[in-house]
């Protein structure tokens, strides 16, 4: 009999290891089996945390913005309001911004805001355009 394919997130955590890993609310609710609510998603990403499956843990919610846990806790923001376009590539900007920002030595906290700020910004853009640079700036300065 043949063993069925584990759906990628449940084989990422698995191995651990992880330094970053940025599911939506809909990956960790499969990963977990069950839909999750706000204290469903903070003790599934913390439990995660503290297994040492993942340092750190971004679970992007949408519209509603996303949530950091770490070793330090659980930092949830909401995304800053602008109007959408397209939401081509605003996962991708996201992490592209936060692991750039942890590359410049900066805090992941101050990292997670830069990377919902380019999230966002992502947004504004039409069609598979790129987010600019002078709206993630702005958007991140609304986030302090």
């Avoid at 009999?1 to 290891?17: D, K, Q, S, V, Y």
């Avoid at 995660?48 to 846990?69: F, K, P, T």
């Avoid at 592209?96 to 700020?117: C, D, H, N, Y």
Wanted: some cysteine; glycine content about 12%.
């Amino acid at each position: 009999m043949r063993a069925e394919p584990l759906e990628p997130i449940h084989e990422a955590f698995a191995h651990g290891g992880i330094y970053l890993a940025k599911p939506s609310k809909h990956e960790l609710e499969l990963y977990a089996g069950h839909k999750l609510d706000e204290t469903g998603l903070r003790e599934v990403a913390t439990a995660l945390i503290a297994r040492g499956v993942v340092e750190n843990l971004v679970v992007s919610l949408g519209s509603d913005g996303a949530l950091l846990a770490h070793a330090d806790g659980v930092v949830q923001l909401p995304s800053p309001a602008v109007k959408v376009r397209s939401a081509v590539g605003a996962g991708d900007s996201f992490v592209g911004a936060m692991i750039w920002g942890v590359s410049q030595g900066k805090p992941v906290t101050e990292a997670f805001r830069l990377g919902l700020a380019a999230g966002a910004a992502a947004v504004m853009t039409p069609g598979t355009d790129l987010c600019r640079h002078q709206d993630v700036q702005m958007l991140f300065g609304k986030l302090k």
